[in-house]
């Protein structure tokens, strides 16, 4: 997921920066873009981080 971003919609990918913001795992814009902040949340959400 982390590394293939472009494979998910736009509306898919801000659906899940929303979750990471709840789950106080991402504090940055709901824009759809996945940079590196983002890919670290994704990691620890899964257990990677």
């Known amino acids: 997921m982390r590394d293939n971003s ?3 919609s736009p509306t898919f990918r801000k659906a899940l920066q929303r979750h990471l913001v709840e ?11 996945f940079g590196l902040q983002k890919q670290s949340a994704i ?3 899964f257990g990677f981080g």
Do not use: A, C, E, V
């Open 6 to 8: 472009d494979n998910w």
């Open 23 to 33: 789950q106080k795992l991402y504090s940055g814009p709901i824009d759809g873009g």
């Open 43 to 45: 990691d620890r959400i």
